[in-house]
C-alpha cells in the first residue's frame, strides 16, 4: 500500500525502514471474506492509527518470495490517502519516513514495490 498524505501541496509518501528488510511500503493480509478495499482500510486503521480517505487500486500485482516462511506472496498495489497528520506505526521500534513520489523508486527495497511507483501519477 503507497500510503500517502497532502502536506504544503506536496504527496508525502509513508516508507517503512524495517531493520530486517529495509525500505518497504505497508503490506496486509487478506482476512477471510473481506474485499481488497476492505482490507486496505483494516490496515490503516491497525497499522498507523489513520483513517483512510481516498484508496485507489493501481491494477498491478507481483510476487515476493517469503524467506522466513518458504512461501510466495501476492502483492496487490493500491494508492491510498490519510490526512496529514503524524502517524506511528503499530510496531513503533520501526522507524518511518515520509517522501516525495520522485524518491520512492531510489529508496525502496523490493523490486516489485519499486514497478509498482510507476503505476502513481500526479
Excluded: C
Aim: glycine share 6%; proline share 2%.
Amino acid at each position: 500500500m503507497f500510503v500517502y498524505r497532502m502536506n504544503k501541496g506536496k504527496k508525502e509518501f509513508f516508507v517503512l525502514r524495517h531493520r530486517q528488510v529495509g525500505n518497504v511500503v505497508l503490506t496486509g493480509h487478506v482476512e477471510e471474506g473481506e474485499k481488497m478495499e476492505e482490507t486496505v482500510k483494516r490496515e490503516i486503521e491497525e497499522e498507523l492509527g489513520a483513517v483512510t480517505l481516498e484508496t485507489l487500486d493501481l491494477n498491478y500485482q507481483y510476487t515476493v518470495a517469503i524467506e522466513r516462511d518458504q512461501e510466495l506472496s501476492e502483492e496487490h498495489a493500491f494508492l491510498v490517502r490519510i490526512p496529514n497528520e503524524e502517524v506511528k506505526f503499530l510496531a513503533a521500534d520501526e522507524p518511518h519516513g515520509w517522501y516525495v513520489l520522485g524518491e520512492l523508486e531510489n529508496i525502496l527495497t523490493f523490486e516489485g514495490q519499486k514497478k509498482a511507483v510507476r503505476k502513481i501519477s500526479i
